[in-house]
Structures are given as structure tokens and as C-alpha cells.
């Protein structure tokens, strides 16, 4: 192709006056496409093609390789224009994609007005990069979203709301008219299916229909509005929203690593839209729910947990060069944040400037540097994702503090007489800093000074992770605020070990001055295990750094995790003790009893001890700020350090105002939240469409860039946005407008009108679907009558450490069968599963030998016929041809017709056994092509 390239572009010699109508006409016709569909490959700031630049008037009046492209007045002479014609197979261009024919149209108008072009710095100054800006907002999916005009339609009495006058205005507009509507119990199955993910029971059909020879209308609305207030609305949306945000609950990567609190955010989303949550809410919570203040201490467990959202993506923690895997993690966040959001892919940005997006490098960074000051990770030789406590309220933090103190103070008398007898300390667990009575401060809150590593190994630490660090330079500094002076104990934790330092240089600064303190990290703190006592001292009130920990000197690795202050006289204060001489035979033996008691005492405060559970949460960096662009996405050739921003076309704002130590992601997720933006409400409300109709109204569900699809109906897809907002962002209220729509009602019987529109564009009929790998599996174990309801917790089976060989054997909703990146549940695998290492907005749908084979003989289809035949004969049914009705019903949805009953009555009383017979009757209708598609 390169080949051609060449001879597309000529130069013109003549020199063209301009008048404002010409100049008009290109800024609104000509230069967004241009920037659009040509600069990625003819612009100063990227590789240019054929050696010709489109970016400036000079590049086109000199031309490429081969001479003039544009011959001014001259339309059929330009090659250019001959090229966007695709009148010759060897001069197509762009070479992607065609330009529309009202876009070829506007460039023969302009070459014939004599192309007039205001571009006349080769450089682009200020003015023309602010007028490549705004026309690329000219882009139809980074126009703001404005109410479409009410269309003006022949047949009025069709339309039941908006979305239908939307529809019939298309329809009309090419000479078709919609087809019939959906019979009762076709529409009461698909109605079912795409709220709960659940088949109605044959009462509820029965019901349905009662109601429905009263009136249908009010039937609909009425059961619609059931099935939106079910619990299992929130299960099967949820779903559809976990395939977005590429939930799984193993990490991938080489050592795949269990994510045993992912559950939290799985369980997150379901309540989230099962309580109706405002979509800004909802988008607010997962990028920045720690930081959004104020709230019960409901809402900030669930905004804590909504967090995990930027934590649950692939990630291989074993990479060992950490600066690579935070980068790598950063990217897959934004890559996952701009399809979810936004149907962009921002991700391309990282390495140049989007190809086929207005999407710059330092827009990309910009956005990253806001990732860049979230924590998320804590390294180690393995790294792992970051954890943060749940929280409390103040009554629950007492009763733990109290308890924590008083496990504390066991946990040395246990020590001091185990050290007393020669035996050896007790393995302590990890312990966390709120739970800890007196001032403590962590690491992560710490000033540091050098290269320290984070570690886990040993695990008697404080919070998280550990600080480790050996060689010159290197120290970490411990500010404590103290609300009220006097004399405070002051201990610093270690997690001690054989490598360590025995003449760690530890000084304490105090109203008095400082005091220099040499500490052997080898050996168990003194205290409890975790803390060592430098002493009691004085302090007044006021911000103080307090402990300085300095590698300088030592001997070893010296280890930095937590400092606590406690005020002289606490019950946690560590008395003095003078060391004990070899204990005499008798006081042996007491010292038996006792710690026999002591270790009693310990293990039930520890089994009544509140639990604070430590879950998947993202928290603020220590060190947030602007960071620089990464030359060609490598991380370690650092160039120019770029503002904290968003993405440029779509901020019409100017630079985001971040907070003073902050990261950046509430400002994010406001503006990702805002009614102005472009994008949000469009990509959500196109999504909802793709659920309810099987297509969406883009069809590229996650790129609304200039790679995607354009909409097929854009007022319909407005109209949809508008009504989101204008309802308060409810989730709920724009899936039920579209379900009671005549559209979505309509029957899936093709006709006449497929000879216009034989894609369905235009949806004159509703299209048929397959049911998705969850309903099918729920379905079949809704018709055994197996099917167990329970909602929510933990669903990987304790004592498991790898998902490797993991056996799904539970009944529960197929939302709560453990995902795993490299090992699925093999049913959900066949039906086309979402892939949890991607994005996936639109599943594939497959209709391949192996689905049919796997219902055919599968051992658990196989299990839940029979127990679904063994249902039926238990059932108080009058004879066969009243079992063959309910059989079909539960399968089914619907009644048999005369020569399936014929068929099926038949078969069953020919055979001998009428419980083998009945197996095969419930195992065919299962395995059936009706079974598992949506009419």
C-alpha cells in the first residue's frame, strides 16, 4: 500500500485567495476531518507518510513524494479527491476506513472554492492547535449530549413513549412500518431472562396471564415493576457490569495469586443496583469512594470496597522490576477506566499519541499521574494488591482497642515467661495499627529518606507491610502530632529475624532534647513481640517528629514499620523489670500453671475479638504528584514531567484543581460523574440497549472512538442519555422506560422489512438471543428445582489455597461460582463466558458442536434432569398430558403445541419405566435449541 502512497498527493502552484465563507466552511467542514482521519499519518507530530504533511497549508501546496494531490478549482484532477472517492482499488484512502459521502462531498466543495486554508505555520502556533482542538470536539461522541428534536411521525397511535417515536421516525423514514408484537408468554420469558437472569414458574405465568386478559398494560407495568425490586435484578445486572470491570477473584500472571476478599466488591455492585444507586454514585465510589467525605459507617465500608474496582485486574506480582509492574498496573487501570466509562481507548495513548483519537501522550500521563499518587500495590518479592481495614464505629473501635490492649499485655507476660523458662516466644500474626491503644504511626505515613523496600515475609508487623533498607543515607522519620502534652512511652515495632541489624541507630527527640539508641534487631522486641520500649519521656503539645530510624553503621538489613506513643501510667505502659535469675523448681512449675492460663486467657479474647476484616481497597500515595511521560511507554527513559489533567477534548474545563498532597482521583471521578461530560451518560445508556436488545445502538459497546461504529439511530441514543440525567441517574428507571417500550415488546418474526433492513438496524422487530452462560446454567437448575438463592459472601471454600483443580460443585446462582482467571467453571467456559482479563462490554455468542454435545452429555446436565423428572412425578398432577404442560412450561416458558404433546404423550407411555422415560423428555427439552435462546 505503501507503494501508492506516494501518488496520491499533489501540489498546487497557484496561490488561492480566501474569503471568510471559504475559511468558514474548512474550519466546520474540512479541518475536523482532517485531524480526524489524516494527521495520525500526515502531521509534523507523527511519521509521515508518502512524504506529505496535511497539518499545514505548505505541507499540501509542496506535496509528498509524487507531486500535487490538490489541484484547486479542479475537482476531478486531485488525486486526493480521487483517492477519498475510492474511485481507483490502488488510491483508497484512508485506508481504514471510507469516509461518509457527505464528507467526500464537502472536500470536492472545498477543492472546487479553491481550498482555502488559514494553516500557514508549518510549526502549528497556539491559535491552530487550539482550532485542531476544537474540531476535533466536532466528533459526534464528544459533542455534548443536547435533547434531540421530537420527530414528527405519520402513525401517532404506535408509540408508547419517546424511544418508540424515535424508532418509528427511522422507520418511516425508509417506507417500512414495525412488526407485530411478542405474544403474553414470549414477552413475560424475555422480560424474566434480561431483569433476574431467572425463567418464570408456571404460577407466574398463570398469574401473568389473568392479568393480562384485564389489562395487559397494567400486567406489564405491574410485573415489570416486580422484577425491578427482586433481589436477582441486582444479581443479573451485576453480572453484565463485572464482565465491564474485568471482576475475577485470581490475579493471573505467573503465580496466580487467590483474591479471597473479592467477593466484597462483587457483592458491592449487586447491592449498588439493587438499591437503585445513582449511576454518578456509583462511578464516584469506584474510583475514589476513600475520599469522598462524610457518611454512616455503612456508606464507608461501600465506598471502601467500591474501590477494589482499580485493584481486581490482571496482574503478574511477581515481576521484579517494580517501577515496570506499577506502570503496567496503571495502564491496564486506565485502559479498564476509559472502556468502562468512557468507550475509549485511552490505553493507546501510552507509547504516542492516540492513532485515531484526539488523544495525546501527555493527556495519557496527565491522567496516570493521578493512578500514579493511588496506592495499590505493596511490593515485596511478590508483590501483592493493597488491603485496608473495614471501617468501625466508634463503640465497635473502643471494644477492639480495649481488647487489643489487653491481648497485648498477654501476649507479654506470655513472652517474659516463656523467656523466663527458656522456652521460645510465640508466632504472632499480623496486627493493625487501629486496633492499637495509644498514638501509632506506620510506615506508610512515615518521611522517607534513601531506597527502602516494603516487605511481608516475617509477619509480626504493624498494618500492611514493613520498610527494610541497609547501606548510607537512608533513614525514615516518624511525625506524631500530640493533642496534649506530658510523658509518653515511646516503642517502635520490628519484625526481627537472623538477617537483621544488631546496632540499628534509633533516636528519640523529646522536649529534653534527643536520645541515640542502638537496637539488636535480631532479637524479639521486648514488649509483646512487636514493639520494643525505648523508655518514657517528655513531650509537649504539638507536632513532633519522634523517632528517626537511620541505617547508618549498621550491621544488617534495619527494619521500619511502626511507632506507638502511650501516655505514662496506661495500663500498656512496659514496667520496668529487672532481669530474672534461673527460676527454682517449684517456682518453675507455678510459672507452668500460669502461662497455661495466660495462653487460655489469650485464645478467648482472640476468639471473641471483633474482626476487622482487611479488604481489597485503594488508598492515597505517599508521595502523589505530577509525573513525567514515559518514552515510548518505557518507564525507565523518563521525558518531560506533564501536568495532573484529563483528557483534553473532553474537558472543556482547563486543568483539574488538585488538592495539596492529594492524588487527584475525587477530581477524577466528579468529572467522570458530571452531566457535561460527553460520554458518560451515552456509553451507559448504549449498554443497557446491547442487554435489552441483544445489539447496541453503537455496536462497539466499548470504543465510541473513531475506530468504533457510528450510532444507528443518534436522537434515539441522546434521547436515551437525556431521560438518565433528567431521571436522577437512575439505573432502574431507564431500563424499565425501555422495557415497556412498544420496541422492546415487539416479536422477534421476521418479514418484508427485512428486504430494507435486513440487519435490524432500525429495530423494527426485537432481536432473538441466546440466553448467556449464567442463565443457562441457572435456568436448568431452576427447572430441577436445585437452584439455591442464597445471596452474597464468600464463595471459595475455605482451605483453598490455588485455583488449579478447584471443584465447582455448589448450586447457588452461577454470579457466585468463584472466577478464575486461568480455570472457569466448564459450563460457563462453553456458553462464552467474558474473558476476566479483558474488558468485555459485548460477549461473544458462539452456537458451536460442543454446546449441543456438553447438554447432550454432560454429567451434571445429565444429574439435574433427573432431578428435575423426579420433581415433576412428585408434583400433584392429574396425567401425563398435565405433566407434558408443566414440563414445558418450566423449560420452556411456553405451552407445547398439539404434535409435541402427541409426540411426547407417545413416547412416554410406550416406554416401561416412566421415571427413565421422563429423564429423557426433561434432558431433550433442556438440550433443545428453545431452551436456551430468547425469542
Avoid at 562 to 572: D, M, R, V
Wanted: charge should be neutral; aromatic fraction near 8%; proline fraction near 5%.
Amino acid at each position: 500500500m505503501q507503494h501508492f502512497v506516494a501518488f496520491i498527493f499533489l501540489t498546487a502552484t497557484a496561490t488561492w485567495g480566501a474569503d471568510p465563507a471559504g475559511l468558514e466552511f474548512f474550519e466546520k467542514k474540512i479541518r475536523p476531518v482532517l485531524v480526524s482521519e489524516c494527521y495520525q499519518c500526515h502531521s509534523k507530530d507523527e511519521k509521515v507518510k508518502g512524504g506529505l504533511r496535511l497539518d499545514w497549508k505548505g505541507g499540501w501546496q509542496e506535496g509528498g513524494d509524487s507531486g500535487a494531490a490538490i489541484i484547486p478549482g479542479r475537482v476531478g484532477k486531485s488525486l486526493l479527491i480521487q483517492a477519498i472517492r475510492y474511485s481507483d482499488t490502488e488510491l483508497e484512502m484512508p485506508p481504514k476506513k471510507r469516509l461518509t459521502a457527505e464528507q467526500v462531498a464537502d472536500f470536492e466543495k472545498w477543492v472546487a472554492m479553491g481550498a482555502p486554508d488559514p494553516r500557514t505555520s508549518a510549526e502549528g502556533t497556539t491559535e491552530d492547535q487550539q482550532l485542531n482542538l476544537e474540531a476535533a470536539r466536532r466528533f459526534w461522541a464528544f459533542q455534548p449530549v443536547t435533547k434531540p428534536a421530537e420527530p414528527q411521525l405519520k402513525d401517532k397511535n404506535w408509540p408508547h413513549n419517546g424511544i418508540d417515536r424515535h424508532v418509528l421516525a427511522g422507520l418511516e423514514a425508509k417506507g417500512i412500518s414495525p412488526g407485530p408484537d411478542a405474544d403474553d408468554l414470549t414477552l413475560l420469558r424475555r422480560l424474566y431472562f434480561d431483569l433476574t437472569g431467572l425463567p418464570p414458574t408456571p404460577e407466574q405465568m398463570a398469574a401473568f396471564l389473568k392479568a393480562v386478559a384485564n389489562d395487559r398494560q397494567i400486567a406489564l407495568e405491574q410485573t415489570v415493576d416486580a422484577l425491578l425490586a427482586s433481589p436477582h435484578f441486582g444479581e443479573r445486572w451485576g453480572r453484565h457490569w463485572l464482565d465491564v470491570v474485568r471482576f475475577s477473584e485470581s490475579t493471573g500472571g505467573g503465580r496466580t495469586l487467590l483474591m479471597k476478599e473479592a467477593w466484597r466488591y462483587r457483592d458491592y455492585v449487586v447491592n449498588a443496583l439493587n438499591a437503585d444507586k445513582p449511576y454518578t454514585d456509583f462511578i464516584r465510589e469506584q474510583i475514589a469512594g476513600d475520599l469522598i467525605p462524610g457518611g454512616t459507617i455503612a456508606q464507608r465500608r461501600e465506598r471502601l470496597t467500591a474501590t477494589a474496582f482499580l485493584l481486581l485486574g490482571p496482574t503478574n506480582y511477581e515481576l521484579q522490576d517494580k517501577t515496570v509492574l506499577e506502570m503496567d498496573i496503571i495502564d491496564e487501570q486506565m485502559d479498564t477506566m476509559g472502556k468502562a466509562f468512557m468507550a475509549l481507548t485511552i490505553g493507546c495513548a501510552r507509547c504516542h499519541d492516540h492513532k485515531f483519537d484526539p488523544i495525546r501522550t501527555e493527556d495519557y500521563y496527565g491522567m496516570a499521574g493521578i493512578f500514579k499518587g493511588t496506592k495499590v500495590v505493596v511490593h515485596s518479592n511478590v508483590s501483592k494488591w493493597n488491603e485496608r481495614p473495614l471501617p468501625m464505629d466508634a463503640a465497635q473501635e473502643a471494644k477492639a482497642k480495649a481488647t487489643a490492649t489487653q491481648m497485648s499485655a498477654l501476649r507479654k507476660e506470655i513472652n517474659a515467661l516463656r523467656k523466663k523458662n527458656g522456652g521460645k516466644p510465640a508466632n504472632l500474626p499480623t496486627v493493625l495499627a487501629v486496633n492499637l491503644p495509644g498514638l501509632v504511626v506506620d510506615n506508610a505515613k512515615a518521611k522517607i529518606t534513601g531506597s527502602w523496600n516494603k516487605s511481608t515475609s516475617v509477619k509480626n508487623f504493624v498494618d500492611t507491610e514493613y520498610l527494610y533498607a541497609s547501606g548510607a543515607n537512608k533513614k525514615v522519620v516518624f511525625p506524631v502530632r500530640i493533642a496534649k502534652g506530658g510523658r509518653y512511652e515511646v516503642r517502635v515495632s520490628f519484625a526481627h529475624h537472623p538477617n537483621r541489624a544488631t546496632n540499628a541507630r534509633i533516636t528519640v527527640r523529646h522536649n529534653d532534647g534527643e536520645k541515640l539508641f542502638s537496637v539488636n534487631q535480631r532479637q524479639a522486641p521486648n514488649v509483646d513481640g512487636y514493639f520494643h520500649s525505648l523508655g518514657v519521656f517528655e513531650f509537649q503539645d504539638g507536632q513532633w517528629d519522634v523517632v528517626e530510624i537511620s541505617t547508618e553503621g549498621a550491621n544488617g538489613a534495619v527494619i521500619a514499620d511502626a511507632i506507638q506513643l502511650l501516655p505514662e501510667g496506661s495500663k500498656a505502659v512496659a514496667k520496668k523489670e529487672t532481669p530474672p535469675g534461673q527460676p527454682a523448681k517449684g517456682e518453675k512449675d507455678q510459672d507452668k500453671v500460669r502461662l497455661a492460663q495466660l495462653e487460655k486467657n489469650l485464645k478467648a479474647l482472640e476468639k471473641n475479638a471483633i474482626k476487622r476484616a482487611n479488604i481489597i481497597a485503594a488508598d492515597e500515595g505517599d508521595n502523589p504528584g505530577d509525573i513525567q511521560i514515559a518514552i515510548r511507554g518505557n518507564v525507565h527513559n523518563a521525558g518531560p514531567k506533564t501536568p495532573r489533567r484529563f483528557i483534553q477534548v473532553l474537558n472543556r474545563g482547563g486543568l483539574p484543581e488538585i488538592v495539596p498532597k492529594a492524588s487527584g482521583r475525587l477530581e477524577l471521578a466528579n468529572w467522570m460523574a458530571s452531566p457535561e461530560h460527553p460520554l458518560t451518560a451515552r456509553v451507559f445508556a448504549n449498554r443497557v440497549w446491547h442487554h435489552l436488545f441483544g445489539k447496541g445502538l453503537v455496536a462497539s459497546v466499548d470504543n465510541f472512538g473513531h475506530m468504533g461504529r457510528l450510532p444507528t439511530n443518534q436522537p434515539l441514543l441522546d434521547h436515551l442519555a437525556v431521560r438518565f440525567v433528567e431521571e436522577g441517574w437512575s439505573m432502574k428507571k431507564l431500563i424499565r422506560e425501555i422495557v415497556l417500550s412498544r420496541t422492546y415488546q415487539l416479536s422477534t418474526a421476521t418479514g418484508a422489512q427485512a428486504k430494507v433492513d435486513l440487519e435490524n438496524e432500525l429495530h423494527w422487530r426485537q432481536n432473538r438471543r441466546r440466553l448467556q452462560a449464567e442463565s443457562i446454567r441457572d435456568a436448568i437448575l431452576s427447572v430441577s428445582g436445585q437452584l439455591d438463592k442464597t445471596m452474597g459472601g464468600p464463595t471459595i471454600k475455605s482451605g483453598t489455597s490455588i485455583e488449579y483443580g478447584y471443584k465447582f460443585d455448589d448450586t447457588r446462582r452461577s454470579l457466585y461460582a468463584p472466577v478464575f482467571r486461568n480455570t472457569p467453571l466448564e459450563i460457563l467456559a462453553v456458553f462464552d463466558f467474558a474473558d476476566p482479563n479483558l474488558v468485555v462490554g459485548e460477549r461473544t455468542t458462539s452456537s458451536v458442536p460442543t454446546q449441543a454435545l456438553f447438554l447432550m452429555n454432560n454429567p451434571f446436565v445429565r444429574q439435574q434432569a433427573a432431578a428435575a423428572a423426579a420433581r415433576l412425578l412428585q408434583d400433584d398432577l392429574s396425567d401425563d398430558s398435565a405433566r407434558i404442560a408443566q414440563a414445558y412450561q418450566r423449560t420452556l416458558g411456553r405451552r407445547p403445541t398439539s404434535t409435541e404433546h402427541d409426540v411426547i404423550l407417545n413416547f412416554v407411555q410406550s416406554e416401561k419405566d416412566p421415571t427413565t422415560a421422563w429423564i429423557q423428555v426433561l434432558h431433550s427439552l433442556v438440550a433443545s435449541l428453545d431452551f436456551r435462546f430468547l425469542n
